[in-house]
T-cell receptor, first 114, second 112 residues
Framework: AQTVTQSQPEMSVQEAETVTLSCTYDTSENNYYLFWYKQPPSRQMILVIRQEAYKQQNATENRFSVNFQKAAKSFSLKISDSQLGDTAMYFCAFMKGSYDKVIFGPGTSLSVIP | NAGVTQTPKFQVLKTGQSMTLQCAQDMNHEYMSWYRQDPGMGLRLIHYSVGAGITDQGEVPNGYNVSRSTTEDFPLRLLSAAPSQTSVYFC???????????FGSGTRLTVV
């Protein structure tokens, strides 16, 4: 069974600084998809970024980028120029390419400090 | 578009009661899923559907039933509520398996 691990339950960062959230996963598959979701205090889940495993280029979305290391099974999220609105829970998620279930990690609580 | 709509937003049940959590989407998405969120455990998949008439179990299906008679609706039924089912429930939909989900705003359920 696939598992997703987020080893940092809580993190904090100063406003305007850069922070990296870690995610590792366990799979024997070669084709799969990875996602980062954000859950602010409003509780709404929001897709931040997605990565296809067969693409070597790291995905970027504005201030959000990933460092995808396929051999190491690592998928970290970098947030540049952190803003107060980035304060949220961040969930890493995995989906096997030939399957339909999306499995989530336990989450990292990020606080942006003014 | 309203996106993914979940009702109710809050619910208190007594042990042994049954109820249905409603989920509807107006984006013509084929893929729909139900998750429960508990502190420190992330989101755990209860049931999912890849199209009308097709459903399958996720990680924690016991005590829950689903059906998908239309593309738009994916209700989740609690058969006999237990305190262990106290949680926040999220419905999500996607146009394709790898596209990423659009989530509803959640239902906070308390079973006493």
């Amino acid at each position: 069974a696939q598992t997703v691990t987020q080893s940092q339950p809580e993190m904090s960062v100063q406003e305007a600084e850069t922070v990296t959230l870690s995610c590792t996963y366990d799979t024997s598959e070669n084709n799969y998809y990875l996602f980062w979701y954000k859950q602010p205090p409003s509780r709404q889940m929001i897709l931040v970024i997605r990565q296809e495993a067969y693409k070597q280029q790291n995905a970027t979305e504005n201030r959000f980028s990933v460092n995808f290391q396929k051999a190491a099974k690592s998928f970290s999220l970098k947030i540049s120029d952190s803003q107060l609105g980035d304060t949220a829970m961040y969930f890493c998620a995995f989906m096997k390419g030939s399957y339909d279930k999306v499995i989530f990690g336990p989450g990292t609580s990020l606080s942006v400090i003014p | 578009n309203a996106g993914v709509t979940q009702t109710p937003k809050f619910q208190v049940l007594k042990t042994g009661q049954s109820m249905t959590l409603q989920c509807a989407q107006d984006m013509n998405h084929e893929y729909m899923s139900w998750y429960r969120q508990d502190p420190g455990m992330g989101l755990r998949l209860i049931h999912y559907s890849v199209g009308a008439g097709i459903t399958d179990q996720g990680e924690v299906p016991n005590g829950y039933n689903v059906s998908r008679s239309t593309t738009e609706d994916f209700p989740l039924r609690l058969l006999s509520a237990a305190p262990s089912q106290t949680s926040v429930y999220f419905c999500a939909s996607s146009p394709d398996r790898d596209y990423g989900y659009t989530f509803g705003s959640g239902t906070r359920l308390t079973v006493v």
